[in-house]
């Protein structure tokens, strides 16, 4: 188990049953950039794990971007997983309980932590609280529905550049790197990505 409150701005992360944990640090809401993403494949990968209750009524996933190195996996690593429905992003999930953990990219010194992956209870706060809340959403036109009430707006250039700025920041400041999902020499993923077609990925 993790004391977080020997972490300062440490975030909890868990899996559903509470195989795979780890811990996010240095989390704020000006220390990351929490968006909703209502596209295909994000839906996609909640439907392969059969966990569509990640999803929110309108298909969409709540993400938060963060850099790779303030992310640690501390138990339950045996269970790491990753798909791919396309070649740039990696899906990561847990194998016990198929729950979504992040996706990362290629280039970018990022990681995008789903909000299943997020423990709030042991955390004492909000997710709001904790990350802030969304600051834009994205894909908007593969909504399955009506988006709820609270949705946030689609992103202007202040919120790109904004995030562009602090993704910049983050490689800068060498924070791509460890990360828990890839091999530091090789750079291979540390599971072996299994690749769906979108066919079978329904
Ligand atoms: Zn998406
Ligand atoms: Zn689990």
């Known amino acids: 188990m993790i004391d977080a409150s020997m972490y300062p701005m440490g975030l909890p992360l868990r899996c559903r049953c509470g195989h795979m944990r780890g811990l996010a640090s240095h989390v704020s809401p000006s220390a990351g950039f929490r968006f909703v993403c209502y596209c295909m494949d994000c839906q996609a990968f909640a439907r392969f794990l059969e966990r569509t209750d990640v999803l929110d009524p309108a298909g969409g996933t709540d993400i938060f971007h963060i850099p790779p190195a ?70 908007q036109r593969s909504a399955v ?4 009430a609270n949705a946030p707006g689609p992103p202007s250039l202040g919120i790109f550049a904004h995030r562009a700025s602090m993704v910049l920041g983050w490689w800068v400041r060498g924070l791509s790197r460890p990360t828990p999902f890839f091999d530091d020499r090789t750079e291979a993923p540390r599971a072996t990505p299994r690749v769906l077609t979108p066919a079978s990925a329904h």
């Open 70 to 139: 303030r992310l640690k996996l501390t138990t339950g690593t045996d269970a790491l997983r990753c798909m791919g429905l396309s070649r740039t992003v990696l899906r990561w999930y847990s194998d016990c309980c198929r729950s979504p953990i992040a996706n990362t990219g290629p280039r970018f010194p990022v990681v995008g932590v789903i909000h299943s992956f997020m423990d709030h209870e042991a955390d004492n706060r909000s997710r709001d609280e904790a990350i802030g809340p969304p600051l834009c959403r994205i894909y």
């Open 145 to 148: 529905g009506p988006l709820p």
